[in-house]
């Protein structure tokens, strides 16, 4: 099993509004990332867990959370957003960070900021 | 210079013919290498990783790794309408003091198999 969940599907929200996306893998999986991917464009890392730890940050903007509660879970919490910021979110997972891990993603949120 | 470069595209080939897809990265300290496929509004789909120099078969695909040119490809033998799609070349690159990499990604390259 390589499922990676990810909810909601869709989101459309306001400029003022707070959301936050979910994922989840019951894989064992160690490393948890968050991509943001625009129309023709590759998915751009954002945020990096490693044992549920940030490890890294991509200097993104702090109207973006993250937050591992735990191994199987990750979220990214989203608060005065611009519309430049509706894309597809992307959740992906990993055994660990090292040679020999493959990441698997989820199927992704499609935000959209009004 | 990017991390990952891949020529954009668009690629054309007929059905049955092979689609040859490129990849170069820049950082030698670069460990691991994947191959996703995302069709048009969907997610990417791991099709091959490959970690060693040489290449790696999988049914019609094979990845090809010279670390030392720091290129990868992907061949896609017999190809199909069905794999009309953008193919996405990742790099895991090592986080300094710690084996926890960054994935990064090229632009991708769209394939169109017309029949």
């Known amino acids: 099993d390589t499922e990676v969940t990810q909810t909601p599907k869709h989101l459309v929200m306001g400029m003022t509004n707070k959301k936050s996306l979910k994922c989840e893998q019951h894989?064992?999986?160690?490393?948890m990332y968050w991509y943001k991917q625009k129309a023709k464009k590759p998915p751009e890392l954002m945020f990096v867990?490693?044992?549920?730890?940030?490890?890294i940050n991509e200097s993104v903007p702090s109207r973006f959370s993250p937050e591992c509660p735990n191994s199987s879970l990750l979220n990214l919490h989203l608060h005065a957003l611009q519309p430049e910021d509706s894309a597809l979110y992307l959740c992906?997972?990993?055994?660990?960070?090292?040679?020999?891990?493959?990441?698997?993603f989820g199927q992704g949120t499609r935000l959209t900021v009004v | 210079q990017k991390e990952v470069e891949q020529n954009s595209g668009p690629l054309s080939v007929p059905e049955g013919a092979i689609a040859s897809l490129n990849c170069t990265y820049s950082?030698?300290?670069?460990?691991?290498f994947f191959w996703y496929r995302q069709y048009s509004g969907k997610s990417p789909e791991l099709i091959m990783s490959?970690?060693?120099?040489g290449d790696k078969e999988d049914g019609r695909f094979t990845a090809q790794l010279n670390k030392a040119s720091q290129y990868v490809s992907l061949l896609i033998r017999d190809s199909q309408p069905s794999d009309s799609a953008t193919y996405l070349c990742?790099?895991?690159?090592?986080?300094?003091?710690?084996?926890?990499?960054?994935?990064?990604f090229g632009r991708g390259t769209q394939l169109t198999v017309w029949p």
């Open positions: 992906a997972s990993r055994l660990g960070g090292g040679r020999g891990t493959e990441a698997f």
């Open positions: 867990y490693s044992y549920e730890k940030l490890s």
């Open positions: 990742a790099v895991n690159k090592s986080n300094r003091g710690s084996t926890l990499g960054r994935l990064y």
């Open positions: 950082d030698r300290g670069s460990q691991s």
């Open positions: 490959i970690y060693s120099n």
């Open positions: 894989m064992g999986h160690r490393a």
